[in-house]
């Protein structure tokens, strides 16, 4: 695995391509939320010709503002991989295809961020918040929550005194997910 | 060479060994199961012990409409209440009609 | 395509490199796609836009009596593939008291229910009279093990009424072999 800066990302696929590797495999997006304040783009080319291991290609974007060149330039097919991840990430690909893929037009959000909740299981209430011997889920005991539904106090019924959760905290909630940092 | 009889086709809640517990309605990726219970006092205690209360199972449903048969629950429960059967799962003509009751209501239950 | 080498194919494969395995050429495509007759063709109008299929029904019990046609979304589609006793050819002309089902094999997603809705529709003019619907597997009837997607329609229901819920993931094809019997009256045959 090689870490690019995103200033030399387009220009060292190219030369990649260029070494001989121009096989286009797959081209992912990470959440590294909770371990790097990132998106990590992860592109995994081969040479097939020349019977060697893959190439993988790892670029770190600062998760507030992730803007990356696009590669489809060098490689045609990744351009359906780069559509893909600016919709389910909200990453922009400078120079890249702006049309979404496979969400519909009029959807919101960025999915596969690991702070986003997912709706329909917070809004629905879930078999198993009852406990043994009750009938109805009582509100005064403190319930179970499901896995990627985060604890009330982070997300859903947040204090309104305090501030909004960071992300890192709602992602880190709602399913444990999120990697912790290596201290 | 002939194929072993089909037998991961439908669920059923053996009644006397459930506990209301609910690992499996917990564990269900699907949320599929609900479970209603009320608790009760022991009877027939010794003179002198302290009150003791066990669970009564009042509601028992599995909505086949969202089941994935992936046999969690089966695998989970501790007290072996739900197994696999051969017969094929009922179809209904509404997804309402999908959701199965599994436990007769009775005069106990229905207090 | 790819040619596994007599002195590869005898050593065990875990642990080995990929381009040890296999002499990997990149697939061609539609190189043979044959043209195949235009009939039986299904035309509607989608986001502006006119599109034109060719619908493959099965000829259920063989006499023309039920044609059943496979939305095949997802996995259901191959227990279809299964219970299906003919391969599917393009739509005939109909006998007055021939029936039509539509069968919904797998999940509806947000972005095809327009097309999965518009196909239903374009069949029922195809055929001349309402299919009968069948919703097939978990997926189709409410969303299935996937209800809590950001993407998935929860149920076929949501788009079109539907005549009949089969549970399962994927259901046994003889569960739809008796559904379709029982939507014939011809329980028990």
Redesign the interface.
Known sequence: MIDVPPKEWLSTVDAVRTAGFDYFDWLGCVDEIGRRDCFRIVLLVRNLAAKAEPMMLNCWLPRDDPRIDTVRTVYAGAAWHEREIAELFGVEFVGGDSRRLLLNPEFEGTPLRKDEVLAARTGLDWPGAKEPGETAASANRRRMVPPGVPDAAVWGDRDESQPAAEPAEVAESAGGRIRRRRT | MSLPEPSHRWIRLIEPACTSCMICARECPSWCISIDSHTEPVEGLLAGARERTRNVLERFAIDWSLCMYCGICVDECPYDALEWVGDVTQPGSSSAALVEEMVEKSEATSR | MAAISAEAANKPIIGR????LVD???MRTHRDLQEFPYNGLVSFGLDGEHYRGVMRWVDWYGDGSLYVLDVGLACCTLEFDAAAPATAGPLPGLDARAQVAIVISGTVT??LAPAVAAVIDGCEQQAGRRPAVI?FG?CA?????Y?????VTK?V?QLVAV???????P??P??LA??LD?LMGRVGS
């Open positions: 490199r990929f381009y040890e990997f050429q990149p947000d972005r919703s978990a009837s409410s969303g299935g093990p209800w809590d997607s950001y993407a149920g229901d005549d009949a819920y089969v549970p399962g993931c259901p046994p003889e569960a008796a559904v029982q």
